[in-house]
């Protein structure tokens, strides 16, 4: 897995590539976790090069946003396709987090 970030509108464009298992998790909650510490609060996941999450992936995920929740951040989920969006409906995650088509879409929203 490969994560790239960017900000953007006082945003992090947070890009993920590959894989987020019980291997790679660990490296995402890490490299948010960082960010959160240095007060950033607003995220756009952006997963189109994401080709498969494991349950561990979205136990990475849920840690982050309960960590943005208590600092009164969010995060949003842009151009989530194949099987990860197929994971993210079975799992609720479709109903649970913001889904947007496109990183520009996600920003467009007001928080």
């Known amino acids: 897995m490969e994560i790239a970030c960017r900000t953007e ?20 909650e890490k490299a948010l976790n960082e960010r959160i510490a240095e007060g950033e609060t607003q995220f756009v996941m952006e997963m189109s090069g994401l080709e498969y999450i494991s349950s ?27 099987a990860v969006k197929e994971v993210f409906d079975i799992s609720g995650f479709g109903s649970i987090f913001r889904m947007y088509d496109s990183v520009s879409g996600a920003l467009a929203e007001p928080a």
């Open 9 to 28: 509108n006082d945003t992090t464009i947070v890009k993920i590539t590959g894989r987020m298992d019980a291997i790679t998790a660990p490296s995402f």
């Open 56 to 82: 561990a992936g979205l136990r990475g995920i849920l840690a982050t946003a309960k960590a943005l929740k208590g600092k009164g951040g969010w995060i949003r989920f842009a151009a989530v396709g194949g």
